[in-house]
């Protein structure tokens, strides 16, 4: 029945601030981008490589919502990466502050968190 996992859409509080963090910081590629007057909202449509994988919104006053990864509902976002050093190296020199490595006790896969401008929690897991 199900196939695979289409997007994630996610709605941020500030457009440009969450454009700009997850295409020139996390590198996610804009395949389409549409502003929808009738909402006075931003559709962006991103791709890791080929893959669409995020639709990232902004509407005039969202609500607030709790995201830490404890709490109830979606736990976080997370993405594989082949060097996790390699990768928490270039997060910070843009300026993106990440929890310290851990190491999974059941898979023995290292990752780590950090938030988007919206305090998202988003892992990255060592492959």
Same mark, same amino acid.
């Given at each position: ?34 502003y ?10 991103? @791709? ?29 976002? @997370? ?7 390699? @990768?928490? @190296?270039?997060?910070?020199d843009?300026?993106v ?31």
């Amino acid at each position: 029945m199900i196939l695979k996992v289409h997007h994630i859409a996610i709605i941020c509080s500030d457009y440009q601030k969450s454009k700009d963090f997850y295409t020139e910081i996390l590198g996610l590629k804009i395949i389409h981008e549409v502003y929808r007057n009738e909402r006075d909202s931003y559709k962006l449509d991103l @791709a890791i490589g080929d893959q669409y994988i995020i639709e990232l919104f902004s509407f005039p006053n969202p609500p607030k919502r709790t995201s830490r990864p404890e709490a109830c509902g979606l736990r976080h976002l @997370a993405f594989e990466v082949n060097d996790i050093e390699h @990768a928490v @190296a270039e997060l910070k020199d843009k300026g993106v502050n990440c929890e310290a490595i851990r190491t999974d006790e059941f898979t023995g896969k290292r990752y780590t968190f950090f938030v988007d401008p919206d305090d998202l929690p988003i892992e990255l897991y060592e492959i």
